[in-house]
């Protein structure tokens, strides 16, 4: 084999984890289906096959940072290869939901593959640093087999056990609180326009680092147009509030506040304003205030 380990997906989080191991001193083979992506780590030292196939035969593991599960298994059904799945180990770091997790686990297994399945917990720039925070589970020979280049990703890597499900299932946690703060602030700042008090009083209530504060500043300035540093457009917010709500679904449990946030959301995203900050959610929430 070629390499030490098969990047697959080479957006904003694929790319840093690429150039992370490559920094690293591993040898990397990486591919994305935009082969113009593979370029700049193909000058680092990668090794970057134009064929899916080829790339998968590279290396005895591979780790997958691509859009969803669904692109994951067409990518992976392919009959080049699920013919190559047998004795590898495949690092599944999509966004997803725990059935998803498991429906994974059960299909790379059933080809022969060890199955690891991760969340991110950190942005880019964190990926091969202190503050890295990565979260895995899967059987214990597997996640031995992937522990050094994992190790080198993220300062805090926190394998979790034999639960393919506890990744996703702290993700959509730690998610659904963090959407309680951005709606919750959203609803303080409209509570406050209602009684002719200053959203910018709001804002220096706040603790330096909370969330609210960029979302509150831009409502405040109705700077709703640039997404800030660490936030998010209403249309991330939509597809994580969209993954928390199907959760409850496949799980059975209440869901009744990822329904109400999912609609709000959805109105907002209706109205034109999905690619603003979240903050944009107010605008809709105004109802017959200007907005």
Request: proline share 5%.
């Amino acid at each position: 084999m070629m390499s030490d380990v098969t990047v697959v997906g080479l957006g904003a989080m694929g790319t840093a984890l690429a150039g992370t191991l490559i920094n690293a001193g591993r040898k990397v083979t990486v591919w994305n289906r935009s082969p113009e992506k593979m370029d700049p780590l193909v000058a680092l030292g990668a090794n970057g096959p134009s064929d899916f196939g080829e790339a998968l035969a590279a290396s005895p593991r591979a780790i997958v940072c691509i859009s969803d599960y669904r692109t994951t298994e067409e990518l992976f059904g392919r009959p080049d290869a699920t013919s190559l799945l047998d004795g590898r180990t495949i690092v599944q770091l999509s966004t997803g939901t725990p059935k998803e997790a498991k429906q994974s686990e059960a299909r790379f297994n059933g080809l022969g593959a060890s199955y690891l399945d991760g969340a991110i917990l950190c942005w880019p720039g964190n990926i091969g640093t202190p503050s890295g925070l990565i979260l895995v589970a899967g059987q214990e020979p597997a996640f031995e087999d992937c522990r050094t280049d994992l190790q080198h990703l993220a300062g805090d890597l926190r394998y979790l056990g034999p639960n393919i499900a506890a990744p996703a299932a702290l993700d959509l946690a730690w998610l659904s609180r963090l959407m309680g703060v951005v709606f919750g602030s959203i609803h303080g700042a409209l509570l406050c326009e209602s009684e002719g008090v200053p959203v910018s009083e709001y804002t220096a209530l706040l603790p330096a680092n909370d969330r609210a504060v960029p979302l509150t500043q831009a409502i405040n300035d109705g700077t709703f147009a640039k997404v800030s540093k660490g936030g998010a457009t209403l249309d991330v917010a939509a597809s994580a509030l969209a993954r928390i709500r199907q959760q409850a679904e496949d799980a059975g449990i209440n869901s009744e506040l990822p329904d109400l946030l999912c609609d709000l959301a959805k109105r907002a995203q209706t109205a034109g304003y999905g690619t603003e900050e979240t903050a944009a959610v107010i605008k809709v929430l105004r109802g017959s205030r200007s907005s």
